[in-house]
Nanobody, 120 residues
Framework: QVQLVESGGGLVQPGGSLRLSCAASGSIFSINAMAWYRQAPGKERDLVAT???????YYADSVKGRFTISRDNAKNTVSLQMNSLKPEDTAVYYC??????????????WGQGTQVTVSS
């Protein structure tokens, strides 16, 4: 079983920065795509950014130029650097990993979520 644990959320003023981190653990053979999603109150969970094992990235239009996703394949971690934060970035942020377990085969795992609140 593969587990993902996020950290780094909190309260920040508009225009500020936060860095989220996510670590995967368990019987992991490889992790292909890693991603960050977010869910605001009363809304659906939306994709924020993805990164492949080769480093190819994708960003939602709403965060382009402000957020940067990165990963450390050796440590099975993914991070999200969030700059120029806006109140509309307030949400619970979830980490997701898609890969292959040593014995379990293909997996998709989610973290438990971390709250990001942007407010003055």
């Amino acid at each position: 079983q593969v587990q993902l644990v996020e950290s780094g959320g909190g309260l920040v003023q508009p225009g500020g920065s936060l860095r989220l981190s996510c670590a995967a653990s368990g019987s992991i053979f490889s992790i292909n795509a890693m991603a960050w999603y977010r869910q605001a109150p009363g809304k659906e969970r939306d994709l924020v950014a993805t990164i492949s094992s080769g480093g190819r990235t994708y960003y939602a239009d709403s965060v382009k130029g402000r957020f940067t996703i990165s990963r450390d394949n050796a440590k099975n971690t993914v991070s999200l650097q969030m700059n120029s934060l806006k109140p509309e970035d307030t949400a619970v942020y979830y980490c997701r990993g898609d890969g292959l377990g040593h014995t379990s085969g293909p997996f998709t795992s989610w973290g438990q979520g971390t709250q990001v609140t942007v407010s003055s």
